[in-house]
Nanobody
Framework: QVQVVESGGGLVQAGGSLRLSCLVSGISFQITSMGWYRQAPGKQRELVAT???????NYADSSKGRFTISRDVPRNKVYLQMNSLRPEDTAAYYC???????????WGQGTQVVVSS
């Protein structure tokens, strides 16, 4: 059974930093991409950043220059380093994993990030 578990959320002041981690376990398929999405209260879930199996990265405009996604392939982990945090970054952050051969799609339960002004 595939498990996706996020950690690292918390409360931080504006301008501060947080590092989110996501561990994927129990997966036997080839991971094709891993990523982070977020959902603020009353809003739709949105892309934050993704990283593919060949290390190609994709960032939302709001993340560029402040957030960095990286992965640890042997440990099936993905990280999101978030710097210069803003109150508008407050949201639940979800880890997403996609795997071949049928583009399986797995989500974690989310980790809450609160940025105070």
């Amino acid at each position: 059974q595939v498990q996706v578990v996020e950690s690292g959320g918390g409360l931080v002041q504006a301008g501060g930093s947080l590092r989110l981690s996501c561990l994927v376990s129990g997966i036997s398929f080839q991971i094709t991409s891993m990523g982070w999405y977020r959902q603020a209260p009353g809003k739709q879930r949105e892309l934050v950043a993704t990283i593919s199996s060949d290390d190609a990265t994709n960032y939302a405009d709001s993340s560029k220059g402040r957030f960095t996604i990286s992965r640890d392939v042997p440990r099936n982990k993905v990280y999101l380093q978030m710097n210069s945090l803003r109150p508008e970054d407050t949201a639940a952050y979800y880890c997403n994993v996609r795997a071949a051969p049928f583009n399986y799609n797995y989500w974690g339960q989310g980790t809450q990030v609160v940025v105070s002004s």
